[in-house]
């Protein structure tokens, strides 16, 4: 059982370049999420998307858009990259919008010089 | 909007040693309560959680009371292990129909041998 999967593990991106970073589950949950990990500030969620065919903004979502490909998978589309995107991205999922208890990927490591 | 002001870390104890993680939020409505782990390199595990008044969540021998007219909900362990090293992040559903997560900034526990 994979869970939450989540491609790359790392990247490096200069200023400017764009990348989308994808994430899969297999539990058959209706809700996903993505969030971002910066040290001292906790996760902020960026992007959610409470079923497939929608999607809405969280707390920072400048800078990023979202694809709700099908209900398996949510890609996070960074446009064109800034050094404050450096941090570390982790997509979740959960049964539906109302459910509290949200299941993490194992995150991805962005760097943008 | 929700928020959760975690005790700052790094705490480093010795193994055997009592562990307690305070966290205290602020809220409408009624909002359910986590504690989340994240072990290196990893994603973020939900530990345990409480979902009304004076619920008390447990796991893996840690446990935490949802106490309403405090608004705290304080991670406790009666003796720490070495595995238990990590970092602990308290969070909390915003209120309204999307129940997305609020959290914490994280504390690092380290356990020494």
């Known amino acids: 059982n994979a869970g939450v999967t989540q491609t790359p593990k790392f990247q490096v991106l200069k200023t400017g370049q764009s990348m989308t970073l994808q994430c899969a589950q297999d539990m058959n949950h209706n809700s996903m999420y993505w969030y971002r990990q910066d040290p001292g500030m906790g996760l902020r969620l960026i992007y959610y998307s409470a079923s497939e065919g929608t999607t809405d903004k969280g707390e920072v979502p400048n800078g990023y858009n979202v694809s709700r490909l099908n209900k398996r998978e949510f890609s996070l589309r960074l446009e064109s990259a800034a050094p404050s995107q450096t941090s570390v991205y982790f997509c979740?999922?959960?049964?539906?919008?109302?459910?509290?208890?949200?299941?993490f990927g194992p995150g991805t490591r962005l760097t943008v010089l | 909007g929700n928020s959760v002001t975690q005790m700052e870390g790094p705490v480093t104890l010795s193994e055997e040693a009592f562990l307690t993680i305070n966290c205290t939020y602020t809220?409408?409505?009624?909002?359910?309560l986590f504690w989340y782990v994240q072990y290196p390199g990893e994603g973020l595990q939900l530990l345990l959680k409480a979902t009304k008044a004076d619920d008390k969540g447990s796991n893996k021998g840690f446990e935490a009371t949802y106490r309403k007219e405090t608004t705290s909900f304080h991670l406790e362990k009666g003796s720490v292990q070495v595995s238990d090293s990590a970092v602990y992040f308290c969070?909390?559903?915003?209120?309204?129909?999307?129940?997305?997560?609020?959290f914490g900034s994280g504390t690092q526990l380290t356990v020494l041998p």
């Open positions: 969070a909390t559903t915003a209120s309204g129909s999307a129940r997305q997560l609020t």
């Open positions: 809220a409408t409505g009624y909002p359910s």
């Open positions: 979740a999922s959960s049964v539906g919008i109302r459910t509290d208890t949200q299941y």
